[in-house]
């Protein structure tokens, strides 16, 4: 599962903050403890917890968050008597607008942060790896786009060997356009440095020239109809 983080593991959970992070933090306590002997994430460094345990229900999000009660965390332990649960923790950049995020340094850095969060190593005993359960990552203040944010975590786990859950938080105009990204992509069997270079593409063509009310996903299924290269 990932936790869409402040650089400073655990943002303002001791604080004010309160949300993605700051809420999980605060229904497995356990999490804390990280900010004791974890400094800021550094560009190419994520952090995994594994075992935490989930202890109280909530309600809201925000200024709306609150305990609603105890709650019994029943989900299964491994041989060492943890939780079955994984928590990784990874930072997108903060942007100061819209735009840069489409510039290569920064996509770049997302995919790479994504990638050192996805890959894990092959397993011995040939278990299967888990999906990674994630979502609008770093879309919040942090001003990230969605669908861009989709495609990254989509090519960092295409490229580790991970299947993808995402979760759109109910927007079902958001999922149908990341359906659509997905089945265009994979019908032209795209590799992950195509995405890539159409990435550039679209902020070359479009966000450099002041197009930006043109989506990534509008700008994918342009090209599609023109039977493009992608």
């Avoid at 460094?45 to 202890?55: A, K, N, Y």
């Avoid at 999000?61 to 923790?89: A, C, H, I, P, W």
């Amino acid at each position: 599962m990932v936790d869409f983080a402040n650089r400073r593991v655990g943002g303002g959970v001791l604080g004010r903050g309160c949300v993605q992070e700051e809420i999980r933090f605060a229904i497995c306590p356990e999490l804390i403890v990280a900010k004791l002997f974890t400094a800021n994430l550094q560009d190419n460094e994520c952090l995994m917890v594994t075992g935490c345990e989930q202890f109280s229900e909530y309600s809201g999000y925000s200024s709306s968050f609150k305990y609603v009660k105890g709650f019994q965390d029943n989900t299964e332990k491994d041989q060492f008597g943890r939780r079955r649960v994984q928590v990784l923790v990874m930072d997108a950049h903060a942007f100061k607008t819209y735009e840069e995020q489409f510039q290569t340094l920064w996509i770049e850095r997302e995919v790479n942060k994504a990638y050192c969060g996805f890959y894990e190593p092959a397993d011995q005993n040939q278990e299967p790896r888990c999906p990674i359960a994630t979502g609008n990552w770093g879309c919040g203040v942090f001003k990230g786009d969605p669908r861009l944010k989709f495609l990254l975590q989509l090519m960092a786990a295409s490229q580790a060997g991970r299947e993808l859950v995402y979760y759109t938080a109910g927007d079902k105009k958001l999922q149908a356009e990341f359906v659509t990204m997905y089945r265009i992509l994979s019908r032209r069997k795209c590799t992950v440095g195509q995405v890539f270079q159409l990435i550039g593409d679209y902020y070359h063509n479009e966000i450099q020239r002041g197009r930006s009310d043109l989506s990534l996903c509008d700008y994918i299924c342009k090209l599609d109809q023109q039977n493009s290269r992608y």
